[in-house]
């Protein structure tokens, strides 16, 4: 069984800061994927990155990145410089090799202010 | 691409009702991907597709409710009869490998 761990129900951060979303998890797979997801007020869920369990480098898309640390099980998500427009909940996710579904953790919530 | 379509974004019934939500997946795309998400219960997996077939119902929550997928490019989420506690936002997801991407979700308010 899977599963994820988002110790963090609330996070605030001022603009152009970095933050980091936490995100540990539980498999005994050798092989699997991370994913994290952001649900902004409108609701919708949207993809932003995705980390292979054997990728050597950690993922980063944009001003999204991935903490990968193998050994302690943690996924992070790191956003540098925060916008206001980065307010939303964030969800951390995860597929184990020969799985189809996700396992979402129950997601972080990020205040961005001015 | 147009993403992930659902129909309609937001439907109020009264309980007792019958309720069909619709989704048009990625073209593409060979997973389709039933959740449903509340406060209470965060996000939960209803039912998933692989090459229009149901591959797993376990997270259906009762007989009340049922999916199909007739083809590739459509699937419905159906509750008969609705009951309020159904009440929640409906999100279905399409993949072809990794990751799923989800359409903009269905609000159902049972009264």
């Known amino acids: 069984a899977q599963k994820i761990t988002q110790t963090q129900p609330g996070m605030f951060v001022q603009e152009k800061e970095a933050v980091t979303l936490d995100c540990t998890y539980d498999?005994?797979?050798?092989?699997?994927?991370l994913f994290w997801y952001k649900q902004p007020s409108s609701g919708e869920m949207i993809f932003l990155i995705y980390?292979?369990?054997?990728?050597?480098q950690n993922a980063t898309e944009g001003r999204y990145s991935l903490n990968f640390q193998k050994a302690r099980k943690s996924a992070n998500l790191v956003i540098s410089a925060s916008q206001l427009g980065d307010s939303a909940m964030y969800f951390c996710?995860?597929?184990?090799?020969?799985?189809?579904?996700?396992?979402f953790g129950k997601g972080t919530m990020l205040l961005v202010s001015p | 691409d147009a993403g992930v379509i659902q129909s309609p974004r937001h439907e109020v019934t009264e309980m007792g009702q019958e309720v069909t939500l619709r989704c048009k997946p990625i073209?593409?795309?060979?997973?389709l991907f039933w959740y449903r998400q509340t406060m209470m219960r965060g996000l939960e997996l209803l039912i998933y597709?692989?090459?229009?077939?149901?591959?797993?119902d376990s997270g259906m929550p009762e007989d009340r409710f049922s999916a199909k997928m007739p083809n590739a490019s459509f699937s419905t989420l159906k509750i008969q009869p609705s009951e309020p506690r159904d009440s929640a936002v409906y999100f279905c997801?399409?993949?072809?490998?990794?990751?799923?991407?989800f359409g903009p979700g269905t609000r159902l308010t049972v009264t």
């Open positions: 996710a995860m597929r184990a090799e020969g799985y189809s579904t996700l396992t």
């Open positions: 597709f692989n090459n229009n077939v149901p591959i797993d």
């Open positions: 997801a399409s993949s072809s490998n990794k990751e799923q991407y």
């Open positions: 980390q292979g369990s054997y990728d050597e």
């Open positions: 498999t005994s797979d050798q092989s699997y994927g």
């Open positions: 073209s593409g795309h060979d997973y």
